[in-house]
């Protein structure tokens, strides 16, 4: 099967974009893509005149993605009815190991919780699922975004700088979990892992939350929660590993 050059490039650019909040300028664009500045100004224009990217006007413009992208993946997750496809699975888990469980998404540098399952006498009410996000993104945009994190102390165990941050993402990446080890509550612990979807991206995570106990199985109970995660990816039409 012949692939056309231009379209290839046009997805790649749009997807370099979609991870830039900030905006990517051309020169980035070129450079990063290794791209022809000629054949990336008329693919960045095209986009730009159908609103599938936003231009910010500035000393160089810079390119965010646009409305029409937006509504383009809206009419995708609509379809795909994401929200229907994890409700049963999640709830189950919720009620199998008397947790709380939740998904939650990426909005900036904030997460916002789609959905929440509790079992029948339910705990806990909150949850992270940051750490298991970010670990999936590329340096670039992690880095960045650890930058504008308020390494505020809730408990004596809470992470309190970008290094030690950072650090702990190498460890989610390595085991394919994080924790919240009493980092915000003295008294919660919650473990989470991302779920990812058909074109490879994390699209948010689940994590499950309960009171802490000594004698509990952290890492267990990480592994458990990985493989529902992977479980997700792969309803959702991830083939990746």
């Keep these: 099967m012949k692939l056309n050059r231009t379209t290839l490039r046009t997805v790649d650019i749009l997807k370099m974009v979609s991870k830039k909040p900030d905006g990517i300028t051309l020169d980035e664009i070129c450079e990063k893509l290794e791209l022809p500045k000629t054949s990336a100004y008329d693919i960045i224009t095209t986009l730009a005149h159908t609103g ?43 009620k199998e ?44 945009e992690r880095d960045a975004l650890a930058d504008r994190i ?16 950072l650090e702990e993402l190498e460890r989610v990446k390595e085991i394919g979990y994080a924790f ?13 892992a991302p779920v990812f979807g058909p074109d490879g991206n994390v699209i948010g995570a689940i994590s499950m939350s309960s009171l802490y106990k000594p004698t509990e199985d952290y890492d267990a109970l990480g592994r458990l929660v ?3 995660a992977k479980l997700l990816s792969r309803l959702l039409g991830f083939l990746g590993k």
Excluded: W
């Excluded at 009419?75 to 919720?94: E, H, M, Q, S, W």
């Design 150 to 165: 308020n390494f505020r102390p809730h408990t004596r165990r809470t992470i309190q700088d970008k290094v030690h941050f």
């Design 180 to 192: 919240d080890a009493r980092e915000l509550e003295e008294h919660m612990e919650c473990v989470g």
């Design 52 to 94: 599938m990217v936003h231009v910010v006007k500035g000393q160089k413009q810079r390119y965010t993605i646009g409305l029409t992208a937006y509504r383009v993946g809206i009419n995708y997750t609509n379809n795909l009815d994401f929200i229907g496809t994890i409700d049963p699975v999640l709830k189950a888990f919720a």
């Design 226 to 228: 990985s493989e529902k």
């Design 97 to 140: 190991m008397g947790k709380t469980v939740f998904f939650g998404v990426r909005s900036d540098d904030s997460i916002v919780y789609i959905c929440k399952f509790e079992p029948e006498n339910p705990i806990i009410t909150t949850a992270t699922l940051g750490k298991a996000i970010m670990e999936n993104m590329e340096q670039e």
